[in-house]
């Protein structure tokens, strides 16, 4: 599944199409993000982004029987560390 990426506010954002079927298992499409060192010693970290629901860190449109589609999102609480490089 094609997806497409942008930046907004120093984040890296995913648009993934949909449908995603119910109870399927799915692996969203591979990003490779170059970055820009700073000092040496100097760790880069990626992470979740996202604080709160008014600042959510995912969202989706999810199709509820009987109600429709129905706007939804969520944040990580704590956002994870998923990747770290030192400058060396």
């Known amino acids: ?7 907004s506010g120093g984040n890296v954002v995913l648009t993934v199409p949909g449908p995603i079927a119910g109870g399927t298992s799915f692996t969203p499409p591979a990003v490779t993000i ?4 700073g000092a040496a010693g100097t760790p880069i970290t ?7 629901y008014s ?9 509820v029987a009987l109600v429709g589609n129905v706007a939804t999102s969520c944040f990580p609480d704590p956002s994870p560390t998923l990747t770290t490089t030192t400058v060396s």
Request: proline share 4%; no cysteine.
């Open 1 to 7: 599944m094609a997806g497409s990426v942008s930046t």
């Open 34 to 37: 170059n970055v820009t060192a």
């Open 46 to 52: 990626s992470k979740y982004a996202g604080t709160s």
């Open 55 to 63: 600042n959510p860190g995912m969202t989706m449109t999810t199709n």
